[in-house]
């Protein structure tokens, strides 16, 4: 099942045969990684929960009343806005940056390694097996 490609052109369509073909499975490789970096930093989790707890506050306090700063009243947007700017910093600290791109490259490393080297192999036959046998009534 897995073997190296002869050429590079041959290279390209088995990627983007096993790309079609396992996206899923890439999608939950993506996911798996996306957590095991939340939950192996503290830190970055306690970022994300701070962020979204505040977001939580600020709709709970806009369905009970308008808020005012400095007398002019903030939108929903604007404060969700403002969380978000005053929370940039705690991300920078907590390694947010890093985790992404650590990620993205462990996931691209994956997924491309196992796209390039597995060879779904397909006879001409298994393409059209599919026939519907119908009995006459």
């Not at 939950?39 to 806009?62: E, V």
């Not at 007398?71 to 907590?94: D, N």
Request: glycine fraction near 4%; aromatic fraction near 14%.
């Amino acid at each position: 099942m897995f073997h190296i490609p002869n050429s590079f052109p041959r290279c390209t369509s088995r990627v983007v045969k096993n790309v079609e073909y396992f996206q899923s499975n890439y999608i939950i490789i993506f996911i798996g990684l996306i957590v095991y970096c939340i939950l192996t930093s503290p830190l970055l989790l306690i970022a994300i929960a701070a962020f979204l707890g505040s977001c939580y506050i600020i709709k709970l306090k806009n369905d009970s009343r308008e808020i005012v700063l400095f007398g002019q009243k903030m939108t929903l947007a604007h404060q969700y806005a403002l969380v978000s700017l005053i929370s940039f910093p705690l991300f920078y600290l907590a390694g947010a940056g890093q985790v992404v791109f650590w990620i993205l490259g462990a996931s691209f490393f994956v997924i491309m390694l196992h796209a390039t080297l597995y060879s779904i192999e397909q006879s001409p036959k298994d393409e059209d097996t599919f026939d519907l046998q119908m009995a006459p009534v």
